[in-house]
């Protein structure tokens, strides 16, 4: 382990990274992933869940909540969290730049990780598909531990049929397409009536299906979606959607698609 009480920006990064992978309450030194973490950054897991639960004391979500985290936050945390809010797609690159440094050890580490279809591969170099499977696995982890990896809408907490969903489309948000707060957990079925736009959020969380759809008398659409209108969404442990992002999605997806 190292004897130096300071930590390198690559260490910060997987810390952070590890920090929107992880529920709040598995920042233990005896956690398993951050004890393999922790080995990798040549750490101490004891060091590297007080380093999480000191970006935790950063993130509003956290401590709107009546939750904190450890006070003893550095100027280079309060730095790079800024960076972060300022630049999420140039600071997700470097956190998927240092991870990849590491060896691509996710597998390993999170077994439950999957790699989500987002994007078509097609003409990417074997360099930037990595980036890009590293970018999906990022998203997903980080907006599955959010919502402790259960559906917003529905509650089912099968992770294997859940999928990240982005708010805003990975295609029409380059600069939010790895931010977490431009992704709700969702059900493959919640998932795609929310992209095709047949149901949305409403400003206070609520979910609305369209009036518009004509589904016949169709028992399972009706207790499998349309019996949701007008109940509220689970909310998560952190990276909460952005008032923004919804906004987006019912004046431009919602009423368009239907």
């Known amino acids: 382990m190292v004897k130096s009480k300071l930590w390198d920006r690559q260490q910060l990064l997987v810390a952070f990274d590890l920090y929107f992978r992880l529920r709040f309450g598995q920042f233990d030194h005896r956690n398993s992933t951050v004890i393999y973490f922790a080995n990798l950054i040549r750490r101490t897991p004891s060091a590297l869940a007080m380093k999480l639960s000191n970006l935790a004391s950063l993130d509003p979500v956290i401590t709107s909540s009546g939750r904190s985290g450890l006070t003893s936050v550095s100027a280079a945390d309060r730095a790079m969290w800024l ?142 979606i349309k019996s949701f209108h007008g109940k509220s969404i689970f909310l998560p442990d952190k990276s909460s959607p952005q008032a923004a992002f919804l906004a987006m999605h019912r004046e431009t997806i919602f009423e368009r698609k239907c």
């Not at 980080?142 to 489309?169: D, F, M, Q």
């Open 83 to 224: 960076e972060m809010k300022t630049d999420w797609l140039a600071f997700s690159e470097q956190m998927n730049a240092a991870i990849s440094t590491l060896g691509e050890p996710l597998q390993e580490a999170m077994p439950d990780v999957r790699e989500e279809p987002l994007v078509s591969y097609q003409g990417m170099t074997k360099e930037v598909i990595t980036k890009v499977r590293i970018g999906q696995s990022y998203f997903r982890s980080a907006v599955l531990s959010a919502y402790n990896n259960r559906c917003c809408i529905s509650g089912l907490a099968v992770p294997k049929l859940l999928i990240a969903s982005h708010i805003v489309p990975w295609s029409e948000d380059p600069q939010n397409r790895l931010n977490p707060t431009n992704g709700l957990a969702l059900s493959a079925l919640h998932d795609k009536a929310f992209d095709l736009g047949l149901l949305t959020i409403d400003e206070s969380y609520h979910v609305v299906v369209s009036s518009k759809i004509n589904h016949n008398n169709d028992h399972f659409f009706d207790s499998s």
